[in-house]
């Protein structure tokens, strides 16, 4: 088939990338769910607002002190606006095992000048607490000692037996929420594609279509299209995420934020290219829109896989499952964004991944376009793959 005059495979690729583009801004099935996302992502955020401005409840944990601490620590907690409870504690070992069994929210070593053992990081709040409740102490005992110049209140030293626990915690829940609009974003954008296929299919303006191009031109211009205004709806999700955690103050860790988000932004370029092109081909095989579920449906179980892996991911992301399914294509855009954020990752375990997504993409652009031009005109009924090899061969 020759193409036309004056035209380029690019500029005919470009031609139908904004076709698609026009055609789905239009579509309110598209508007509809954009602003759902939207919602439903600022709804998360007002309410990570209103469970951290709500009361705040303390356990502080002590070991040893003078008499009066425990009404102190209380005494503090009521000027906070903040429920104290104390627990007392045997020893500094008893005290770091209630740590991190996650009975306290931290210890007040008292016997040795005064310092505060916590898991991940010193709150306003428990620090604050902590901190008047010595002062007060000690402001008390210099009062009574007769020859004293001057009162000075010891500062509470913070020691967190975790320092990084805090920025992994955070980097993890960015990395979920991410994955869990990604996956949203390729059910969406892949059935696009699929629903494109079968509607030029059955309209028979497939035919029109292929008498000015060829089958895999058009194939790359729907990918192209609905990829470009896909990874535009990822982007604007992830600003609108990062920027609104920032100005609600919801994350201590900018960088690391905006860090993960670029991250998953990345990885749905990948995961789009990969699951577009299995639904496009999937498509071509059907010429009505009630026989896409059959097709379908083992590339969508393939996702739900990735997305439960992925989660799973979370808790343990050098874990054998997490490590193994990270590398494999189809997999991969859902758990590697989780154990990056996670854990530690190598650069040539990343590396190794993206090389091994773009291998099976491109695999699958040259098999799948086969079997897209070999099944695209043919619109009686459901054919088999190799059928459509066939058909594309003669």
Avoid: C, H
Wanted: glycine share 10%; charged share 15%.
């Amino acid at each position: 088939m020759s193409e036309p005059r004056g035209l380029s495979s690019a500029s005919l690729v470009r031609l139908v990338a904004a076709r698609e583009i026009s055609a789905r801004v239009r579509d309110k099935n598209f508007v509809i769910s954009s602003i759902v996302i939207l919602v439903v992502l600022l709804g998360l955020l007002g309410f990570q607002v209103a469970m951290s401005s709500g009361a705040d409840e303390t356990r502080v944990g002590v070991v040893g002190g003078p008499a009066g601490l425990e009404q102190a620590l209380t005494a503090q907690g009521e000027a906070l606006q903040t429920d104290v409870t104390v627990v007392e504690l045997a020893d500094e070992q008893a005290a770091r095992a209630a740590l991190e069994d996650g009975d306290v929210d931290g210890v007040l070593l008292a016997e040795d000048g005064p310092e505060l053992l916590v898991e991940q990081s010193a709150g306003g709040t428990l620090q604050g607490v902590v901190q008047g409740a010595v002062t007060q102490l000690a402001v008390s005992e210099q009062l009574t000692e007769a020859g004293l110049s001057g009162l000075s209140a010891p500062e509470v030293t913070v020691t967190p037996l975790d320092p990084d626990a805090d920025a992994d915690g955070q980097r993890v829940v960015v990395a979920i929420i991410g994955v869990g609009i990604l996956y949203g974003l390729l059910i969406m954008f892949g059935q696009f594609v699929a629903q494109g296929v079968v509607e030029e299919k059955s309209s028979r303006v497939v035919e029109l279509l292929l008498a000015t191009m060829k089958p895999w031109q058009l194939l790359a211009g729907k990918i192209l299209g609905l990829g470009l205004l896909g990874l535009a709806q990822v982007v604007v999700i992830a600003v609108v995420g990062v920027a609104g955690a920032l100005i609600a103050d919801i994350v201590d860790i900018p960088g690391e934020l905006i860090g993960t988000a670029v991250s998953v932004v990345l990885w749905f370029v990948l995961g789009y290219a990969f699951y577009a092109a299995i639904f496009a081909v999937a498509a071509s095989l059907v010429s009505r829109q009630e026989d896409l579920g059959t097709v379908l449906t083992p590339t969508t179980l393939v996702l739900v896989a990735a997305f439960v892996v992925g989660i799973q991911a979370a808790s343990a992301p050098d874990g054998t499952l997490a490590t193994v399914t990270s590398y494999v294509p189809g997999l991969s855009p859902m758990v590697m964004p989780v154990r990056q954020a996670a854990g530690d990752v190598a650069a040539w375990e990343i590396g190794l991944t993206v090389v091994l997504m773009l291998a099976a993409i491109a695999l699958i652009v040259r098999l799948g376009g086969r079997i897209y031009a070999g099944a695209l005109l043919r619109t009686s009924g459901r054919i088999k793959m190799r059928e459509a090899l066939k058909a594309e061969r003669a």
